[in-house]
């Protein structure tokens, strides 16, 4: 059963849904600009609409452009020389990685040139000593770190969409991920990048240096600025030690309260060992079960809980993990559970989890949240979204890192449904924003919550956005109608 | 209908998902600090053996390992997924190195006649060493019927109806016990070890042995002379017209 069967075919054009959008002040593309563009890169440039559906169309199948052009680019000199062009002729491009963003901030709403990062997937060079990755944007996640464990090291994050996603975009978004929790922000991992802003002027921050106090901290712009700023073409990154072993346990539990308490717990016992502490409820246990035919490790429960633990001593993490779980039995605080320390088994768990959002996109159309909630009002949203959209949903679920207080909710349809979207938005923005959260913890802004940026952020942030935008792309060419709000 | 009495071998080898390194003097690969893991098809013949005693087919399932001490960790794995205790035959490093099929039948063959057992059940081939001969050679050794790469196992009164995978697809054949069975890949999938079941595992009884109690000898047959690692895969060549193709293909002798 194929995800993308039905996927381009139905899905409706942004600009249809969104009539009221106006495409802005930029230029429409000529023959001559697809001249030059096809001199500039040589048998690296798409015009062909079949060729195009699918970087017209993000993942999720929600948002869908009508671009006419897609370049790519192989070095840092080829994308100032596309900007510098697209500056001068004002007209609009989307950078794009491996177009799996999750707020339609990938791909175009008009007809924005898309700027691929598919060919910059050079690896620079590991320091492994120092644990220093230099890469090109375009390199895919997981091939990055399956190429930094022959050395030992791991990247600092882990998300499901690692097969494709791209290390620009994942710095662009400054993606979470299941890590987060151990290794921290991108925002502390990266140590350098190299960006190319909209007048083609590259912006070289590149450096290898875990401390360096030498003026504006300018990398950290770039860092989930979801491209408005400038399209990174390089970084480097600090990855850590890969534990020498990993062992998940999977945890069912009576209430949501249980789920707070075996957190309090790991970290108390587990600490410098604790690498995950993800949960999910029953309804995303359905989802899994009822549409990718993944099989649960315990039996059923109202929430499950997956901590990952990992270190440099296998046998003193077993040790520590099994007590942990032993006294939390005793105490009567799990009653079912599993622990698994061989890979498979480690996988097959870990993908009850990672396959949520492939097995939602499986009941048709996904609203997909994805909030900063204060710990103690964490569930309390699912439970009164669930309340609130009644039978129209074909289901509600709620997981996510609930160790880093981000919690994934996650409503489905069989189709697009205006009524069920008109519940659920603003809603669940006015609900997060009461409890002073995030509308948007990690996916970002992009096209899909950008004019609810005033829910989490205060009007004089905003304007102090905008004045940048202005300073660093005067044109707006850069990932127009995203990130930033319409008014 | 008499319950039967089930031996399970597995067997500890190197975690199927690891990267294998050959050592520097290339007579091994490196398993120092390497994570290790059940057998995949011993975990299915274990959870077909659990099967078989859910459905009162099976009145005990004991495990069986040899190996050097960490074999133990392989059996109490066995045991928190259901098998009722653990036999585990010490190997020292070294010796279980050199430790081949043919001495692992020899020590099934004769714990099955101690333990008056009914069917052994073993994993088609072991992943390190893929021979896919102890099942074969410990029924040989016994003179009990064999019903290898079982993808299905029916009772039959008295007899078990074993579907095999074979090259040409399946066959049905019915084997009278006691028999020897060994579990392919799509016999059944394993069950998760629950909690509860891991911490009941720990108490329950693993008794060890030597092969000297069996009257065994594990002296090597063989010396490995040298591992190499596979040739490096060459880079394919992408061309950009049907033309350069043909010339490639003419230039190679292959038109």
């Known amino acids: ?97 491996g177009n799996t963003g999750l707020v339609g901030g990938s791909v175009p709403v008009f007809d924005e040139i898309i700027i691929s990062t598919q060919l910059m997937n050079q690896i620079i060079s590991l320091d492994d000593i120092s644990g220093t990755l230099e890469c090109q944007a375009g390199c895919v996640l997981a091939a990055l770190d399956s190429y930094v464990s022959d050395s030992n090291l791991t990247m600092p994050l882990d998300l499901g969409a690692k097969g494709s996603c791209h290390i620009g975009g994942n710095l662009s978004t400054n993606a979470g991920g299941v890590r987060l929790l151990r290794y921290g922000s991108l925002h502390g991992s990266v140590l350098g990048l190299e960006a190319v802003l909209a007048s083609g002027e590259i912006i070289d921050c590149k450096s290898t240096l875990r ?40 945890l069912g539990c009576e209430s949501f309260e249980t789920v707070l308490s075996i957190f309090k717990q790991a970290k108390h016992s587990l600490g410098e060992i604790l690498l995950a502490f993800e949960f999910m409820d029953s309804a995303s246990m359905d989802t899994v079960r009822d549409n990718l035919n993944l099989t649960s490790p315990v039996s059923e429960f109202p929430f ?137 913890a990690e996916h970002g802004l992009g096209f899909k919550k950008r004019n609810f940026i005033y829910h989490s952020k205060s009007k004089s942030a905003v304007d102090l956005m905008k004045r940048m935008k202005l300073l660093m792309d005067p044109n707006g060419i850069l990932n127009p109608y995203k990130l930033l709000p319409d008014n | 209908m008499s319950a039967y009495r089930v031996l399970v071998g597995c067997k500890r080898v190197i975690d199927y998902a690891v990267k294998i390194r050959v050592k520097p003097d290339k007579l091994g690969v490196v398993t120092d600090g390497v994570k290790h893991s059940m057998n995949p098809f011993d975990e299915i013949a274990i959870e077909e053996a659990i099967r078989l005693k859910e459905k009162k087919l099976a009145s005990e399932v004991v495990a069986f390992s040899c190996g050097p001490t960490a074999s133990q960790e392989t059996l109490r794995t066995a045991m928190a997924m259901g ?102 890949l799509r016999l059944n999938e394993p069950r998760y070890a629950t909690l509860p079941n891991i911490m009941k595992a720990k108490k329950k009884p693993l008794a060890k042995k030597k092969p000297s109690d069996y009257g065994v000898e594990v002296k090597a047959h063989q010396q490995v002379l040298k591992v190499e690692d596979p040739p490096v895969r060459q880079a394919g060549q992408k061309l950009e017209t049907v033309e350069d193709l043909v010339v490639k293909l003419k230039d190679g002798g292959f038109v």
Request: with cysteine; glycine share 8%; hydrophobic share 35%.
């Open chain 1, 1 to 97: 059963m194929s995800v993308f069967s039905n996927k381009t075919k139905q899905i409706e054009l942004t600009r249809n849904r969104y009539p009221d959008l106006k495409k802005g002040p930029y230029a429409d593309l000529t023959g001559q600009d697809v001249d030059y563009f096809s001199n500039l890169l040589p048998g690296r440039v798409l015009t062909d609409a079949s060729d195009l559906e699918g970087s017209n169309t993000d993942w999720l199948g929600t948002c869908r452009g009508s671009s006419q052009l897609l370049l790519r680019p192989k070095t840092t000199d080829e994308v100032s020389k596309i900007l510098e062009y697209c500056n001068g002729r004002k007209l609009a491009v989307v950078p794009q990685g």
């Open chain 1, 211 to 250: 401390k360096d106090n030498t003026g504006y901290d300018l990398k950290q712009l770039f860092i989930g600025s979801e491209g408005t700023l400038g399209i990174i073409t390089a970084v480097s990154i600090l990855c850590p030690q890969k534990p020498k072993s990993v062992s998940v346990a999977f």
């Open chain 1, 304 to 440: 499950y809980v997956l901590i990952e633990t990992g270190g440099s001593d296998g046998k003193h993490d077993e040790e520590k993990l099994t007590a942990f779980l032993e006294n939390q039995m005793s105490s009567g605080l799990i009653s079912d559970g599993t622990v698994a320390t061989e890979s498979t088994k480690i996988a097959n768990i870990w993908g009850l989890r990672e396959r949520m959002a492939e097995g939602l996109m499986v009941d048709g159309y996904n609203y997909k949240y994805d909030v900063s909630l204060p710990l103690s009002k964490f569930y309390q949203l699912v439970d009164d979204m669930r309340d609130r959209v009644g039978g129209l949903a074909t289901r509600v679920v709620g997981y996510g890192h609930v160790g880093d207080g981000n919690l994934h909710l996650n409503v489905t349809s069989p189709q697009y449904d205006e009524e069920l979207m008109s519940l659920i938005e603003p809603f669940i923005y006015d609900w997060v924003s009461k409890y002073k959260g995030s509308i948007s």
């Open chain 2, 83 to 184: 098998a009722d205790r653990a036999i585990h035959v010490e190997i020292d490093g070294k010796e279980a190195e050199t430790l081949q099929p043919i001495h692992v039948a020899k020590l099934l063959s004769k714990v099955a006649q101690e333990e008056k057992i009914d069917i052994i059940m073993l994993g088609k081939q072991a992943i390190d060493d893929d021979c896919n001969q102890t099942a074969q050679m410990t029924a040989s050794l016994l003179n009990w019927p064999q019903a290898t790469f079982a993808s299905k196992i029916e009772n039959d009164n008295g007899s078990f109806k074993v579907t095999r995978e074979i090259d040409g697809g399946l066959e049905t054949i019915k084997v009278k016990l006691p028999a020897v069975i060994s579990a392919d």
